[in-house]
């Protein structure tokens, strides 16, 4: 299985000045992983250090035969993940 980057999230790697290989890293490692009700990607959720303080970054993706290709990458604001959650648009797997 390859882990390929969509154009998107290469670009906001360089818009929010994200480590490269952080996306890889927080697939690989999520710590909780949710189906979103509204796009139907798969998110997967770690704790991380950026911009100096710790905190929930999510990455969505989606199984490409037997390849994985990362669409998007950003920190979750305080109550982010809890609010997707309550509303039903993020399902626990």
């Known amino acids: 299985m390859q882990i390929k980057y969509s154009k998107h999230i290469e ?9 490269y290989s952080l996306p ?7 710590e909780e992983r949710f189906i979103d ?5 798969t998110i997967a959720v770690k704790k991380a250090v950026l911009y100096g303080k710790e905190r929930d970054i999510m990455v ?8 994985v290709k990362l ?12 609010n997707r959650v309550k509303s039903g648009r993020w399902r626990k797997i």
């Open 60 to 67: 969505a993706y989606r199984y490409e035969d037997i390849d």
């Open 37 to 41: 009700a509204e796009t139907g990607h």
């Open 11 to 19: 670009a906001r790697i360089v818009m929010r000045k994200i480590e």
């Open 24 to 30: 890889k890293e927080i697939f690989k490692n999520a």
């Open 71 to 82: 669409l998007t990458i950003h920190p979750l604001k305080e109550g982010q993940k809890e």
